[in-house]
């Protein structure tokens, strides 16, 4: 691989040389033109500027100056939104400090289906590296895409289901090096078409190493190597799918392919191997006659598998099977409004096996009707809708009489109602000044995970109890006991106040929020330890180490954690800016903040810190240069059992180089980042004491589109 890549740049730069002359402009923008790019997950096909709710999109050259292996890493910069970060393997979008089952992750509308939701650990099974724009919705998102999305959503999209015609063969390819873990990443994507038919290619395959960091990994040691060890990743995939297009209805259908394996930072000789399946598609019914004048229908069927292994034997398998149907109708204005009806269904077969499961397998289904209703008045457009969804969570209590056979630990099915309702307006004051204000009201149930896990999470390093259970404590004895009561579902009353400024040279934004969160969901620290097969307490177990002459490490004890409910309070903003100063030079500067409280007055964990970056770009010619700085601010507003994180400055250059050879337009760059070594640790992240953020590294790329 390695040999075809070093051949790739080669022929490259000797184009280069020989055609320096071709191109007398840049051939595009390294940023996204917010005035025509259509949110795809939004069923208005609005801009960001006619959203009332916070949006982002990365897309074309700026979502390709942000890529990385994970997700989470790839938008980690985008305002508003942080990294997960467990190493450099696998790592999901925070997104104003909430992460895990408050994020709805999709795949061209659809849920990814995978275990992302379920542990730091597990990898987002979606590819950036194929993708044609993110969509990133800030704050509650749970009228299209149901409960799991009342903290943002994060739509990945790509050309996977062709749905508009086109001639001939048009796509790109794509092919990166990095030196930090002697990492190669190539993919491509290819769509032809004749007629009314169109069809879809597109592949990857990414190979790393060890990644290299600035000191050692543990916060601790003193000396010892400057490889993450077991960071290494090795993955590949592709994607098939056709279209047939006519003028009033338009059906595409696709499989893709995944597999990916990877190290577990911070666990000697454990590693995961992950594949999925995935079927999709859409059928679109346009110009009917009638009330409902367009119907559109999204179907997804997901086989996921990964298991986790200790080196050569399997410890658990995660296995998560679902199908997806999402349908709804376009209706014809009434009384000015035009909106959507639909239902949506999703049915989720999760399981985990083996000696170090956590959570019981569990089929979650739910239904829901949504309503979505817009209409324009003059210098305002009013958006308002509701959704109703039951969820139900069949668990099988199989799991609980090997896990503590001396309890009878039986579950009835779960059910809960879920009510969210919206309402939003955008006030366009004149031709360059948008003023937008949305509320949310957004219930949650909780998920599988929060209510009944019972057992060791060795991503987290954590032993995890639902909230389907209480300990009690009889003669000293720690004894976990099924609760009477259900978990209750989770309440937010979101305010989103929006502000934003766009003219050809100039465009800003300010967002500001408030999230109020009744009976949320959080993992409270014990002062319990789980060791030898049973509950004492942590100084128990400090006397029992120093008595054994051990380090807590060696003496294998696990945290415990409870999953309990409490009333928090979530506020912040998120600020940006970008000015073209003159043909040749533009600025961007950003900032966000996120403050999260419970109602005992503790805070709430694993927030990150306020952040504020800078960039300059330099355009001339062929050429685009830019410099970034971000600094990321200590954080000491920390929940229990928490410590606190430095504070660190990351410095990252890049030249972009853009060349014009008949019908291919080609973009060369090379890209450094943590140009300083600093050490960084991210304070969101399960491993900060444990896996900093790489040390000082380049990057050689090289993409072609034709």
């Known amino acids: 691989m390695k040999v075809k890549y070093s051949a790739i740049v080669l022929a490259v730069f000797a184009a280069l040389s020989q055609n320096s002359d071709a191109v007398e402009k840049k051939i595009q923008k390294d940023e ?66 909430l992460d895990g089952p408050r994020i ?99 592949a990857y395959n990414r190979s790393t190493n060890d990644y290299k960091i600035p000191v050692p990994a543990n916060i601790n040691e003193q000396g010892g190597s400057t490889k993450l060890s077991n960071s290494a990743m090795d993955a590949d995939g592709y994607n098939l799918g056709a279209g047939w297009i006519q003028d009033d209805t338009v059906v595409a259908l696709a499989y893709g392919k995944m597999n990916s394996e990877y190290g577990l930072p911070g666990e000697e000789g454990v590693f995961i191997k992950l594949k999925q399946d995935r079927y999709q598609g859409v059928v679109d019914w346009n110009n009917l006659d009638g009330f409902v004048n367009a119907v559109h229908w999204q ?89 109703i969804e039951q969820v ?21 099915d779960t059910d809960y109602v879920a009510l969210s309702g919206s309402a939003g307006v955008v006030y366009k004051i004149d031709s360059d000044n948008t003023l937008a204000f949305n509320y949310a009201y957004s219930e949650r149930a909780p998920s599988a995970s929060e209510f009944f896990s019972y057992g060791p999470h060795i991503g987290s390093g954590t032993y995890e109890i639902g909230g389907g259970f209480e300990i009690t404590n009889n003669n000293d004895q720690q004894t976990v006991v099924q609760t009477a009561n259900d978990m209750d579902k989770e309440v937010s009353n979101n305010v989103d106040l929006s502000y934003r400024f766009n003219t050809d040279d100039l465009n800003a934004s300010v967002s500001i929020f408030h999230n109020q969160v009744d009976n949320y969901i959080f993992e409270d620290f014990t002062n319990l330890v789980f060791s030898d097969g049973g509950l004492v307490s942590s100084q128990v177990f400090a006397d029992q180490v120093a008595t054994l002459g051990e380090s807590a490490d060696e003496a294998g004890g696990l945290p415990v954690v409870v999953f309990a409910q409490q009333n928090a309070k979530l506020y912040g903003y998120e600020a940006q800016i970008d000015w073209h100063l003159n043909d040749h030079w533009r600025i961007e500067a950003f900032t966000d903040y996120t403050r999260a409280k419970l109602a005992s007055g503790l805070n709430v964990p694993r927030i990150p810190p306020m952040r504020i970056g800078s960039s300059a770009h330099y ?23 928490e410590t606190d994180t430095r504070g660190y400055t990351m410095v990252s250059a890049s030249a972009n180089y853009y060349l014009a050879l008949d019908n291919v337009d080609m973009t060369i760059y090379i890209k450094g980042d943590n140009l300083t070594n600093q050490e960084a640790r991210v304070h969101s992240s399960y491993l900060k004491d444990a896996a900093p953020l790489s040390s000082r590294s380049f990057s050689i790329g090289v993409r072609a589109r034709f």
């Open 32 to 97: 996204s033109d917010i005035e025509t790019i259509l949110i795809t997950a939004s069923p208005f096909q609005r801009t960001i500027l006619e959203s009332s709710v916070p949006v982002t999109i990365l897309s074309g050259e700026e979502l390709d100056q942000h890529q990385a292996a994970t997700l989470g890493e790839t938008l980690k910069n985008v305002p508003g939104v942080h990294s997960s970060y467990f190493g450099p393997v696998a790592s999901s979008p925070i997104i104003r400090g």
């Open 104 to 202: 709805k992750v999709l795949q061209n509308g659809l849920g990814a289906s995978d275990a992302s939701r379920v542990g730091p650990d597990h990898q987002v099974s979606t590819e950036t590296s194929t993708a044609s724009q993110i969509e990133i919705l800030r704050g509650p998102a749970t009228l299209l895409y149901g409960s799991g999305a009342i903290g943002g959503v994060v739509n990945v999209v790509d050309n996977r289901l062709p749905v508009t015609r086109q001639e001939g063969l048009i796509g790109e390819v794509f092919a990166q090096y990095d030196n930090v873990a002697d990492a190669t990443t190539i993919s491509t994507d290819l769509n032809a078409g004749v007629g009314d038919f169109v069809v879809h290619l597109d």
């Open 299 to 387: 179907n997804a069927y997901t086989d996921y598998e990964h298991s986790e292994i200790d080196v050569v034997e399997v410890g658990t398998t995660f296995k998560n099977e679902s199908i997806e149907s999402r349908l709804w109708g376009e209706h014809v204005a009434v009384f000015g409004w035009k909106g959507v009806l639909g239902l949506h269904y999703n049915n989720s077969d999760f399981e985990a096996i083996g000696e170090e499961a956590f959570t019981p397998p569990t089929k979650t289904d739910s239904l829901a009707l949504f309503l979505m209703e817009e209409r324009q008045t003059g210098a305002f457009i009013w958006q308002i809708g509701t959704r």
């Open 392 to 412: 139900t969570h069949t668990v099988n209590n199989d799991f609980f009489a090997a896990r503590d056979p001396q309890q009878s630990i039986a579950f009835a």
């Open 619 to 641: 355009e001339s010619g062929n050429w685009h240069t830019e410099m970034e700085v971000i600094r990321n601010s200590k954080q000491d507003k920390i929940a229990m059992n």
